[in-house]
Every structure is written in structure tokens, then in C-alpha cells.
């Protein structure tokens, strides 16, 4: 592993509203950024790394993931590693999640930064001695339904006053845009997956994600009304619907094909999360729940339409580059 020649004098910095389990180091060279985060958050949590990152330049940053999210951190500039922490299912794969806490172990890691309470529990059982931060003195994750700083700020710079001791708040607009880095692989299967589907060259794509697990369900849009939206595009536009999300995302995505006699491709569980963002960038639409896709699509510069349910708009509504090209409807 790459050690990068910094000082490693410890001090006192001071911490705002970040609580802070010991003394932070004032310069340190090897950060462990804890992201065990769904999938959205994880792309929310990139602006303030990449302000970690324009602060320790020469520091080696390790973002702790788990299978679900590692995707969308693979190839961002800003983090050296990733270190995988396997979903514990019983004594199955004791073994995987062992090897894993071994890594960190040997890492020499000399501050830990917790952006998800999950991180936060386990890097106290794993690495008990090393500095962590994390946002408050109580749990923020616990607290956010009440607690009238969290919902008064966005998702993106909530991951920014968790890192207050090292990161200032973004000064431009630019520093708040999620990153998604996708590779010309990732380009290349998602064009295999459109000529599997037999979708002539120039036709107008559209991604719409209509599933999503939040809220147990309850922010998905009713299957007929994406099917009513998706009717209207394919006969104002000639355009094909790309059914796209998770496995999770099958049943419902077949109810709304269903519902269309033209143009509705199913490609819901069928392959990896970052040639999904791949297609995303492809469209000249993405229509979908308040979910992962929808924050994807912003991140890779495709205009997009999310519809919130539950969950607070304001607080997730998608970051991107130009803000006109994102509408949000909400009840």
C-alpha cells in the first residue's frame, strides 16, 4: 500500500457541530471516509469528498463500502481505495467480513469519518483506538425526523458539516455536484444492451425508473400513471422506454409494460448499476421515483423529472449541473 509522506502532528481542531471521539489529527495521511450508505446518499456524500480531498491532497482516502453502493465510487478521482464490507448473512461469509476488518487494520488509517451510523457502530468495534468524527453529539441518523437542522439543510451539504473540522462549506455551485465517473466500458455496455433490445440508431431514449424500496414501498408513483406518461412520450416522440432499476424493481416494472402496447423495453435486474447510469446518460429523459436512478441522472447530465412521495423534497431534491434541466413534483 502507497504511504505518502506528510507530518502527523496532532492537535486540537475545532469540531463546530461535529463530535469528535479524541484528538483529530491536524494533517493526516491516511483517511478512512465510512460510506455503508444506500445508494443515493452515497452520490450525495461525493461533493463533501471531493472537498476532503482539495484539503489533504497528498493524504491516501479510503472509502468504507458495502456490495450495494461500491459501484458508484468506483473510478471517482478522489478516492485512492475502497475496502468492501461484506452484508453479514448469518455464518455464511464470516470469513470475507474478517479479511475486511484485517485490511483496515493493517491500513495504518489515522482518522476515520463516519457519514453513515452503520460505519460509525462497526469502526468502533473494528478500530476502537483510531480519531473518528461524526456529525452531533447525538445520533443524526436517529434524529433527523425531528431535528430542525437536518431537514432545513440539503442531503449534499448535510456530508459537508459532517466533515466541518477539516472542510469548509462549498463555495460554488460546481463544488456541490455529485460525482459519478463512468468509463468507456461502461459506455460500451450499456450501446450492447440498446442493440440487444433491437432499438434503431437515433431513436429517442428515455429511462424511467418506476420501483424503489424507500419508505417500504410507499414513494412509488401507481404503476398506471408512469405507464399513462410513457404512453404519451412514445406517441408524441416515437421514443422507447427504458425500464430500468434493480431486481427489486421487477414486479412493478412489468405492471407498467404491461400497460403499453409499443416501445417499452424491460432491462429492470438485468445488469450492473453502473451501466444502468450508463444508459441514464444515453437518454434525453429520466423519469423516475425520488430513488438512487433519479439522483444518477443528474449526476451524469441527463434532465430529469423525480416525483417524491413521502420523503422530503427540499432536502433530496437531485443536485446537477444545470438546475433547469431538473423538475420535481411532490404533493
Same mark, same amino acid.
Given at each position: 500500500?502507497?504511504?505518502?509522506?506528510?507530518?502527523n502532528?496532532?492537535?486540537?481542531?475545532? /469540531?463546530?457541530?461535529?463530535?469528535?471521539?479524541?484528538? *483529530?489529527?491536524?494533517?493526516?495521511? +491516511?483517511? *478512512?471516509?465510512g460510506?455503508?450508505?444506500?445508494?443515493?446518499d452515497?452520490?450525495?456524500?461525493?461533493?463533501? &469528498?471531493?472537498?476532503?480531498?482539495?484539503?489533504?491532497p497528498?493524504?491516501?482516502?479510503?472509502?468504507? /463500502?458495502?456490495?450495494?453502493?461500491?459501484? &458508484?465510487?468506483?473510478?471517482?478521482?478522489?478516492?485512492?481505495?475502497?475496502?468492501?464490507?461484506?452484508?453479514m448473512?448469518?455464518?455464511? !461469509?464470516?470469513?470475507?467480513?474478517? %479479511?475486511?476488518?484485517?485490511?483496515?487494520?493493517?491500513? !495504518?488509517?489515522?482518522?476515520?469519518?463516519?457519514?453513515?451510523?452503520?460505519?460509525?457502530?462497526?469502526?468502533?468495534?473494528? *478500530?476502537?483506538?483510531?480519531?473518528?468524527?461524526?456529525?452531533?453529539?447525538?445520533?443524526?441518523?436517529?434524529?433527523?425526523?425531528?431535528?430542525?437542522?437536518?431537514?432545513?439543510?440539503?442531503?449534499?451539504?448535510?456530508?459537508?458539516?459532517?466533515?466541518?473540522?477539516?472542510?469548509? *462549506?462549498?463555495?460554488?455551485?460546481?463544488?456541490?455536484?455529485?460525482?459519478?465517473?463512468?468509463?468507456?466500458?461502461?459506455?460500451?455496455?450499456?450501446?450492447?444492451?440498446?442493440?440487444?433490445?433491437?432499438?434503431?440508431?437515433?431513436?429517442?431514449?428515455?429511462?424511467? +425508473? /418506476?420501483?424503489g424500496?424507500?419508505?417500504?414501498?410507499?414513494?412509488?408513483?401507481?404503476?398506471?400513471?408512469?405507464?399513462?406518461?410513457?404512453?404519451?412520450?412514445?406517441?408524441q416522440?416515437?421514443? +422507447?422506454?427504458?425500464?430500468?432499476?434493480?431486481?427489486?424493481?421487477?414486479?412493478?416494472?412489468?405492471?407498467?409494460?404491461?400497460?403499453?402496447?409499443?416501445?417499452?423495453h424491460?432491462? /429492470?435486474?438485468?445488469?450492473?448499476?453502473?451501466?444502468?447510469?450508463?444508459?441514464?446518460?444515453?437518454?434525453?429523459? %429520466?423519469?423516475?421515483?425520488?430513488?438512487?436512478?433519479? %439522483?444518477?441522472?443528474?449526476?451524469?447530465?441527463?434532465?430529469?423529472?423525480?416525483?417524491?412521495?413521502?420523503?422530503?423534497?427540499?432536502?433530496?431534491?437531485?443536485?446537477?449541473? !444545470?438546475?433547469?434541466?431538473?423538475?420535481?413534483? %411532490?404533493?
Amino acid at each position: 500500500m502507497e504511504q505518502r509522506k506528510t507530518t502527523n502532528r496532532r492537535t486540537i481542531v475545532p /469540531v463546530g457541530r461535529a463530535w469528535a471521539s479524541r484528538r *483529530l489529527p491536524a494533517k493526516p495521511r +491516511h483517511i *478512512l471516509v465510512g460510506t455503508l450508505l444506500p445508494i443515493g446518499d452515497t452520490l450525495m456524500a461525493t461533493p463533501a &469528498i471531493a472537498g476532503l480531498r482539495r484539503r489533504f491532497p497528498e493524504a491516501i482516502i479510503t472509502a468504507w /463500502v458495502s456490495a450495494s453502493n461500491a459501484a &458508484i465510487l468506483e473510478g471517482n478521482p478522489d478516492i485512492d481505495q475502497l475496502v468492501r464490507m461484506p452484508t453479514m448473512q448469518g455464518w455464511k !461469509n464470516l470469513r470475507e467480513i474478517a %479479511h475486511a476488518v484485517r485490511e483496515l487494520r493493517a491500513a !495504518n488509517i489515522d482518522l476515520i469519518i463516519n457519514l453513515a451510523g452503520a460505519s460509525s457502530m462497526l469502526s468502533r468495534a473494528y *478500530l476502537p483506538t483510531v480519531p473518528r468524527m461524526f456529525l452531533d453529539a447525538s445520533p443524526w441518523w436517529f434524529l433527523r425526523g425531528s431535528d430542525e437542522r437536518y431537514r432545513a439543510r440539503h442531503s449534499v451539504d448535510q456530508y459537508f458539516y459532517a466533515m466541518a473540522p477539516y472542510v469548509g *462549506l462549498p463555495a460554488t455551485a460546481q463544488e456541490r455536484l455529485p460525482r459519478l465517473t463512468l468509463s468507456p466500458d461502461d459506455m460500451a455496455q450499456a450501446a450492447q444492451a440498446l442493440t440487444d433490445e433491437r432499438i434503431p440508431s437515433g431513436k429517442t431514449l428515455i429511462t424511467m +425508473h /418506476v420501483g424503489g424500496d424507500g419508505f417500504d414501498g410507499r414513494k412509488q408513483w401507481m404503476p398506471e400513471r408512469f405507464a399513462a406518461v410513457g404512453r404519451a412520450l412514445v406517441d408524441q416522440y416515437d421514443a +422507447h422506454i427504458l425500464l430500468v432499476g434493480g431486481p427489486v424493481d421487477e414486479a412493478v416494472a412489468r405492471a407498467v409494460a404491461a400497460r403499453m402496447p409499443r416501445n417499452a423495453h424491460l432491462l /429492470v435486474g438485468q445488469m450492473p448499476l453502473r451501466t444502468t447510469a450508463a444508459l441514464i446518460r444515453r437518454a434525453a429523459l %429520466h423519469v423516475g421515483n425520488d430513488s438512487a436512478p433519479m %439522483h444518477m441522472a443528474a449526476a451524469v447530465g441527463t434532465p430529469a423529472i423525480g416525483i417524491f412521495g413521502p420523503s422530503n423534497w427540499e432536502q433530496f431534491t437531485p443536485v446537477a449541473v !444545470n438546475p433547469n434541466a431538473i423538475r420535481v413534483l %411532490h404533493s
